[in-house]
T-cell receptor, first 113, second 111 residues
Framework: GESVGLHLPTLSVQEGDNSIINCAYS??????FIWYKQESGKGPQFIID?????DKRQGQRVTVLLNKTVKHLSLQIAATQPGDSAVYFC????????????FGGGTRLMVKP | DGGITQSPKYLFRKEGQNVTLSCEQN?????MYWYRQDPGQGLRLIYY???????QKGDIAEGYSVSREKKESFPLTVTSAQKNPTAFYLC??????????FGPGTRLTVT
């Protein structure tokens, strides 16, 4: 079936810098997207979501951008902190897919002090 | 305190034994899910249940079984037929919204 995301790459950033984590999706019909954060040994935590009728959504220190033309999703973290170190997953779904999510492979973010 | 609980956090079993992982939620969610995660990998769907007394296979259901007798509970049994059972197992639930809420996970080691 169609899949979301990339194999697990690693992004290393300096504390205080901004981070940008990218995700490519292949199902052009997907209409809802979520970013999750997973710390080592724990379950994923919801960060932010966006529907396909939007191209940008902001939360606290995080922004999700959706480019439907190129089927690309990004998560921007402002002023990255050591506590942001984790694996970040994007997930996609169709509104009529019965809550089924397709997860990408994730990106490991490492924050250097 | 609402949420999803999984127990135990760590589980060790000998090869050839069946083992059941617990997942309980008090969020009143209709849907529940089981995922498997291997080191450095993403989440792969094992089984899911959209409603009590009903469940469907996910992408990697072979060697696993589930039951959904109560809305709050969705136990996963890892059978001896599962060829490579050592992994991190995550349970999730969701309501009408599309977001899935995850439990803390159970790390199963089979030797």
């Amino acid at each position: 079936g169609e899949s979301v995301g990339l194999h697990l790459p690693t992004l290393s950033v300096q504390e205080g810098d901004n981070s940008i984590i990218n995700c490519a999706y292949s199902n052009s019909a997907s209409d809802y997207f979520i970013w999750y954060k997973q710390e080592s040994g724990k379950g994923p935590q919801f960060i932010i979501d966006i529907r396909s009728n939007m191209d940008k959504r902001q939360g606290q220190r995080v922004t999700v951008l959706l480019n439907k033309t190129v089927k690309h999703l990004s998560l921007q973290i402002a002023a990255t902190q050591p506590g942001d170190s984790a694996v970040y997953f994007c997930a996609e779904t169709l509104n009529n897919a019965g809550n089924m999510l397709t997860f990408g492979g994730g990106t490991r973010l490492m924050v250097k002090p | 305190d609402g949420g999803i609980t999984q127990s135990p956090k760590y589980l060790f079993r000998k090869e050839g034994q069946n083992v059941t992982l617990s997942c309980e939620q008090n969020l009143n969610h209709d849907a529940m899910y089981w995922y498997r995660q291997d080191p450095g990998q993403g989440l792969r769907l094992i089984y899911y249940s959209q409603i009590v007394n009903d469940f469907q296979k996910g992408d990697i259901a072979e060697g696993y079984s589930v039951s959904r007798e109560k809305k709050e509970s969705f136990p996963l049994t890892v059978t001896s037929a599962q060829k490579n059972p050592t992994a991190f197992y995550l349970c999730a639930s969701s309501s009408r919204g599309l977001e899935q809420y995850f439990g803390p996970g159970t790390r199963l080691t089979v030797t």
